[in-house]
């Protein structure tokens, strides 16, 4: 399984970005897909999951502020940070799991500054 992250950038305080994470490869059997994220000096943590066909999973910080999608048929998970803080600073990582391992995307960097 490849992971191919898109999206992460700068944005101010309270701001909005995208993040996109598409998966390809062996597919069939990728069950949990989601974002972690790791801020300079602090382990990786995470941000929110969603198993196939299942309910989402997410840290209590983004609750409310951050909404996890997925789409089956592209293999696609969405995340959409608004409310940006400047805790949520951090690479941000796409991951999935299927019954063997775990997958990670290359990481995108999300600052949020003034």
């Known amino acids: 399984v490849q992971l191919q992250a898109s999206g992460g950038g700068l944005v101010q305080p309270g701001g909005s970005l995208r993040l996109s994470c598409a998966a390809s490869?062996?597919?069939?059997?990728?069950?949990?897909m989601g974002w972690y994220r790791q801020a300079p000096g602090k382990q990786r943590e995470l941000v929110a999951r969603i198993p196939r066909g299942g309910t989402m999973d997410y840290a209590d910080s983004v609750k409310g502020r951050f909404t996890l999608t997925r789409d089956n048929a592209k293999n696609t998970v969405y995340l959409q940070m608004n409310s940006l803080k400047p805790e949520d600073t951090a690479v941000y990582y796409c991951?999935?799991?299927?019954?063997?391992?775990?997958?990670w995307g290359q990481g995108t960097q999300v600052t949020v500054s003034s």
């Open positions: 991951n999935a799991v299927d019954r063997w391992q775990n997958y």
């Open positions: 490869g062996n597919v069939f059997n990728i069950n949990y």
